[in-house]
Protein backbone atom coordinates (compact mmCIF):
# COMPACT_ATOMS: atom_id res chain seq x y z
CA UNK A 1 0.00 0.00 0.00
CA UNK A 2 1.67 3.23 -1.18
CA UNK A 3 1.21 6.05 1.71
CA UNK A 4 0.94 9.80 1.65
CA UNK A 5 2.10 11.13 4.99
CA UNK A 6 1.47 14.76 5.82
CA UNK A 7 3.39 15.61 9.09
CA UNK A 8 3.21 18.93 10.77
CA UNK A 9 5.98 18.30 12.25
CA UNK A 10 8.13 18.20 9.05
CA UNK A 11 5.80 20.73 6.71
CA UNK A 12 3.78 23.83 7.52
CA UNK A 13 0.34 23.16 7.92
CA UNK A 14 -1.54 26.73 7.47
CA UNK A 15 -4.16 26.85 10.47
CA UNK A 16 -7.32 27.48 9.73
CA UNK A 17 -6.26 25.88 6.40
CA UNK A 18 -7.32 27.74 3.18
CA UNK A 19 -9.77 25.33 0.64
CA UNK A 20 -6.78 26.03 -1.54
CA UNK A 21 -4.32 24.35 0.59
CA UNK A 22 -6.41 21.13 0.90
CA UNK A 23 -6.60 21.06 -3.00
CA UNK A 24 -3.25 21.43 -3.35
CA UNK A 25 -2.65 18.57 -1.11
CA UNK A 26 -5.10 16.70 -2.51
CA UNK A 27 -2.98 17.13 -5.88
CA UNK A 28 -0.22 15.57 -4.23
CA UNK A 29 -1.62 12.66 -3.11
CA UNK A 30 -3.07 11.51 -6.21
CA UNK A 31 -1.91 8.58 -6.79
CA UNK A 32 -1.66 6.72 -3.13
CA UNK A 33 -3.61 4.67 -1.51
CA UNK A 34 -3.80 5.67 1.95
CA UNK A 35 -3.24 8.78 3.67
CA UNK A 36 -1.91 9.31 7.14
CA UNK A 37 -2.01 12.92 8.70
CA UNK A 38 -0.15 13.79 11.77
CA UNK A 39 -0.64 16.81 13.87
CA UNK A 40 -3.68 19.04 14.68
CA UNK A 41 -7.08 19.70 13.81
CA UNK A 42 -5.77 21.31 10.73
CA UNK A 43 -3.63 18.65 9.46
CA UNK A 44 -6.47 16.22 10.13
CA UNK A 45 -9.03 18.24 8.43
CA UNK A 46 -6.70 18.22 5.49
CA UNK A 47 -6.06 14.59 5.69
CA UNK A 48 -10.08 14.31 5.64
CA UNK A 49 -10.28 16.28 2.47
CA UNK A 50 -7.65 14.24 0.56
CA UNK A 51 -9.52 10.81 1.76
CA UNK A 52 -12.65 11.76 1.42
CA UNK A 53 -12.21 13.08 -2.28
CA UNK A 54 -9.62 9.99 -3.64
CA UNK A 55 -12.17 7.62 -1.31
CA UNK A 56 -8.42 6.33 0.07
CA UNK A 57 -8.21 5.02 3.94
CA UNK A 58 -7.13 7.68 6.38
CA UNK A 59 -5.55 6.97 9.89
CA UNK A 60 -5.19 9.86 11.83
CA UNK A 61 -2.82 10.91 14.57
CA UNK A 62 -3.33 13.61 16.67
CA UNK A 63 -0.16 16.31 17.87
CA UNK A 64 -2.53 17.98 19.90
CA UNK A 65 -5.49 17.58 22.57
CA UNK A 66 -8.06 19.96 21.15
CA UNK A 67 -10.40 18.87 18.41
CA UNK A 68 -10.86 15.29 18.88
CA UNK A 69 -10.70 15.96 14.94
CA UNK A 70 -9.91 11.67 14.92
CA UNK A 71 -13.29 10.93 15.33
CA UNK A 72 -15.44 13.65 13.89
CA UNK A 73 -17.42 14.19 10.43
CA UNK A 74 -16.44 17.21 10.11
CA UNK A 75 -13.19 18.99 8.51
CA UNK A 76 -13.15 22.93 8.88
CA UNK A 77 -11.58 25.15 6.43
CA UNK A 78 -11.30 28.76 5.17
CA UNK A 79 -12.81 30.22 1.77
CA UNK A 80 -12.23 34.17 1.51
CA UNK A 81 -11.09 34.44 4.83
CA UNK A 82 -14.31 32.74 6.56
CA UNK A 83 -14.36 29.76 8.12
CA UNK A 84 -16.70 27.00 7.15
CA UNK A 85 -17.19 23.13 7.81
CA UNK A 86 -17.84 20.38 5.91
CA UNK A 87 -19.84 17.43 7.08
CA UNK A 88 -19.84 13.82 5.65
CA UNK A 89 -19.22 10.49 7.30
CA UNK A 90 -17.07 9.51 4.83
CA UNK A 91 -14.94 12.38 6.36
CA UNK A 92 -14.28 9.97 9.45
CA UNK A 93 -10.94 8.43 9.42
CA UNK A 94 -10.59 4.68 9.37
CA UNK A 95 -8.08 4.35 12.16
CA UNK A 96 -6.79 6.89 14.64
CA UNK A 97 -3.65 6.77 16.92
CA UNK A 98 -3.43 8.30 20.52
CA UNK A 99 -0.06 8.85 21.47
CA UNK A 100 0.91 10.94 24.28
CA UNK A 101 4.43 11.29 23.34
CA UNK A 102 3.64 13.38 20.99
CA UNK A 103 1.80 15.93 22.83
CA UNK A 104 4.69 16.74 24.90
CA UNK A 105 6.46 19.35 22.97
CA UNK A 106 3.42 21.47 22.20
CA UNK A 107 3.43 25.00 23.54
CA UNK A 108 1.81 26.31 26.70
CA UNK A 109 -0.73 28.83 24.82
CA UNK A 110 -1.58 26.03 21.91
CA UNK A 111 -1.88 23.27 25.41
CA UNK A 112 -4.26 25.72 26.70
CA UNK A 113 -6.27 26.57 23.31
CA UNK A 114 -6.50 23.52 22.25
CA UNK A 115 -7.94 22.13 25.80
CA UNK A 116 -10.53 24.84 26.06
CA UNK A 117 -11.68 24.01 22.41
CA UNK A 118 -11.57 20.50 23.83
CA UNK A 119 -13.65 21.93 26.97
CA UNK A 120 -16.10 24.51 24.60
CA UNK A 121 -16.82 21.48 22.47
CA UNK A 122 -18.32 19.21 25.36
CA UNK A 123 -20.23 21.88 27.04
CA UNK A 124 -21.56 22.90 23.53
CA UNK A 125 -22.73 19.20 23.35
CA UNK A 126 -24.82 19.13 26.51
CA UNK A 127 -27.23 21.87 25.45
CA UNK A 128 -27.96 21.18 22.04
CA UNK A 129 -31.22 20.06 21.23
CA UNK A 130 -29.74 16.82 19.73
CA UNK A 131 -28.18 15.62 22.68
CA UNK A 132 -28.42 12.19 23.42
CA UNK A 133 -27.83 10.16 26.69
CA UNK A 134 -24.42 8.61 24.49
CA UNK A 135 -23.54 12.09 23.70
CA UNK A 136 -23.75 13.60 27.50
CA UNK A 137 -21.81 10.44 28.57
CA UNK A 138 -19.15 12.11 26.46
CA UNK A 139 -19.16 15.40 27.48
CA UNK A 140 -19.24 14.88 31.00
CA UNK A 141 -16.10 12.45 30.26
CA UNK A 142 -14.24 15.17 28.41
CA UNK A 143 -15.27 17.71 31.30
CA UNK A 144 -14.17 16.05 34.10
CA UNK A 145 -10.90 15.58 32.10
CA UNK A 146 -10.40 19.14 31.61
CA UNK A 147 -11.33 20.44 34.44
CA UNK A 148 -9.37 18.07 36.82
CA UNK A 149 -6.08 18.05 34.12
CA UNK A 150 -5.78 21.16 31.77
CA UNK A 151 -3.78 23.40 34.19
CA UNK A 152 -1.70 20.40 35.03
CA UNK A 153 -0.90 19.80 31.78
CA UNK A 154 0.06 23.43 31.29
CA UNK A 155 2.31 23.28 33.89
CA UNK A 156 3.94 19.74 33.48
CA UNK A 157 4.19 19.67 29.53
CA UNK A 158 6.45 16.41 29.63
CA UNK A 159 4.02 14.57 31.94
CA UNK A 160 2.78 12.20 29.54
CA UNK A 161 -0.11 11.30 31.78
CA UNK A 162 -1.71 14.33 31.89
CA UNK A 163 -0.95 14.60 28.15
CA UNK A 164 -2.85 11.03 27.90
CA UNK A 165 -5.94 12.43 30.25
CA UNK A 166 -6.32 15.18 28.01
CA UNK A 167 -5.85 13.37 24.06
CA UNK A 168 -9.17 11.67 26.08
CA UNK A 169 -10.66 14.36 26.55
CA UNK A 170 -10.39 15.89 23.21
CA UNK A 171 -11.38 12.45 21.94
CA UNK A 172 -14.47 12.11 23.87
CA UNK A 173 -15.43 16.12 23.21
CA UNK A 174 -15.06 15.03 19.45
CA UNK A 175 -17.44 11.76 19.64
CA UNK A 176 -19.93 13.75 21.47
CA UNK A 177 -20.25 16.91 18.52
CA UNK A 178 -20.37 14.29 16.16
CA UNK A 179 -23.44 13.42 17.46
CA UNK A 180 -24.88 16.94 18.27
CA UNK A 181 -22.56 19.29 16.57
CA UNK A 182 -21.06 22.37 17.96
CA UNK A 183 -23.22 25.32 19.31
CA UNK A 184 -23.35 29.15 19.62
CA UNK A 185 -19.68 29.24 20.99
CA UNK A 186 -18.31 28.04 17.80
CA UNK A 187 -20.42 30.21 15.64
CA UNK A 188 -18.87 33.28 17.56
CA UNK A 189 -15.14 31.47 17.58
CA UNK A 190 -15.21 32.01 13.95
CA UNK A 191 -14.69 35.32 13.16
CA UNK A 192 -12.76 36.26 15.80
CA UNK A 193 -10.08 33.86 15.16
CA UNK A 194 -10.50 34.55 11.27
CA UNK A 195 -10.62 38.78 11.80
CA UNK A 196 -8.66 38.83 15.00
CA UNK A 197 -6.31 36.03 14.86
CA UNK A 198 -7.20 35.11 18.16
CA UNK A 199 -6.32 31.20 18.36
CA UNK A 200 -9.57 28.87 18.06
CA UNK A 201 -9.87 27.39 21.95
CA UNK A 202 -9.55 30.65 23.04
CA UNK A 203 -11.91 31.88 21.27
CA UNK A 204 -14.37 29.27 21.84
CA UNK A 205 -13.85 29.90 25.35
CA UNK A 206 -14.88 33.76 25.77
CA UNK A 207 -18.30 33.23 25.35
CA UNK A 208 -18.49 30.07 27.14
CA UNK A 209 -19.46 31.05 30.37
CA UNK A 210 -22.02 33.39 29.72
CA UNK A 211 -23.99 30.61 27.76
CA UNK A 212 -23.41 27.82 30.50
CA UNK A 213 -25.56 30.50 32.84
CA UNK A 214 -27.60 31.62 30.24
CA UNK A 215 -28.61 27.70 29.39
CA UNK A 216 -28.25 26.15 32.58
CA UNK A 217 -25.69 23.57 32.19
CA UNK A 218 -25.11 20.65 34.40
CA UNK A 219 -21.51 18.83 34.79
CA UNK A 220 -20.04 22.42 35.31
CA UNK A 221 -20.74 25.85 36.43
CA UNK A 222 -19.84 29.21 34.89
CA UNK A 223 -17.51 30.33 37.49
CA UNK A 224 -15.56 27.31 37.49
CA UNK A 225 -14.86 27.88 33.72
CA UNK A 226 -13.97 31.49 34.31
CA UNK A 227 -11.55 30.25 37.73
CA UNK A 228 -9.82 28.10 34.94
CA UNK A 229 -9.56 30.42 32.14
CA UNK A 230 -8.32 33.41 34.84
CA UNK A 231 -5.61 30.76 36.37
CA UNK A 232 -4.58 29.92 32.88
CA UNK A 233 -3.34 33.28 32.43
CA UNK A 234 -3.44 33.80 28.46
CA UNK A 235 -2.32 37.15 28.55
CA UNK A 236 -4.60 38.58 25.62
CA UNK A 237 -6.38 41.72 25.45
CA UNK A 238 -8.19 42.43 21.96
CA UNK A 239 -10.62 45.56 20.99
CA UNK A 240 -13.43 43.76 19.12
CA UNK A 241 -16.42 44.80 16.87
CA UNK A 242 -18.84 42.99 18.70
CA UNK A 243 -21.53 44.11 16.37
CA UNK A 244 -19.58 42.10 13.47
CA UNK A 245 -18.76 39.22 15.43
CA UNK A 246 -22.01 39.25 16.09
CA UNK A 247 -23.85 39.23 12.63
CA UNK A 248 -21.21 36.84 11.51
CA UNK A 249 -21.95 34.54 14.15
CA UNK A 250 -25.58 34.77 13.75
CA UNK A 251 -25.51 33.42 9.88
CA UNK A 252 -23.66 29.96 11.03
CA UNK A 253 -25.99 27.25 10.72
CA UNK A 254 -24.06 26.81 14.77
CA UNK A 255 -25.79 29.56 16.06
CA UNK A 256 -28.99 27.42 15.58
CA UNK A 257 -28.34 24.29 17.26
CA UNK A 258 -29.17 25.82 20.87
CA UNK A 259 -32.47 25.06 23.12
CA UNK A 260 -33.61 28.88 22.76
CA UNK A 261 -33.01 31.69 20.14
CA UNK A 262 -30.06 33.61 20.22
CA UNK A 263 -29.85 37.61 19.27
CA UNK A 264 -27.68 39.66 18.72
CA UNK A 265 -28.13 41.03 22.63
CA UNK A 266 -27.04 37.66 24.29
CA UNK A 267 -23.81 37.42 22.10
CA UNK A 268 -23.37 41.21 23.13
CA UNK A 269 -23.60 40.48 26.66
CA UNK A 270 -21.15 37.26 26.22
CA UNK A 271 -18.37 39.08 24.40
CA UNK A 272 -19.06 41.99 27.25
CA UNK A 273 -15.83 43.42 29.30
CA UNK A 274 -18.20 45.52 31.53
CA UNK A 275 -21.12 42.48 31.81
CA UNK A 276 -20.73 41.90 36.00
CA UNK A 277 -21.20 37.99 34.84
CA UNK A 278 -19.20 36.36 32.58
CA UNK A 279 -16.60 37.64 30.69
CA UNK A 280 -15.78 40.54 32.77
CA UNK A 281 -12.22 42.29 33.33
CA UNK A 282 -12.63 41.28 36.80
CA UNK A 283 -13.27 37.97 36.58
CA UNK A 284 -10.86 37.51 33.69
CA UNK A 285 -8.70 40.17 33.97
CA UNK A 286 -6.26 39.19 31.10
CA UNK A 287 -8.62 39.18 28.18
Known sequence: MKTFTLDRRKRKIPSNPPIEFAEKILEEARGYSKIVSIGGGSTIDVGKYVSFHLSIPHRAVPTTAGTGSEVTKFAVFTKDGRKF?????????????????????????????????????????????????????????????????????????????????????ANYSGRAINITRTSICHAISYPLTSIYGIPHGIACAVSLPYFIDYF????????????????????????????????????????????????????????????????????????
Open 85 to 169: SMEDERLIPEEYVLNPTLVTTLPRLQTASTGLDALSQAVESLWSPDATEKSKKFSEEAIKRVMSTLIASCENPKNELFRKIMLEA
Open 216 to 287: GVRYVRAWEVLSLIRTLNLGLRTQINKRLIARQALESLRSKNVPKKITEKEIYKSLSPNDRRPFSRRAFKNY
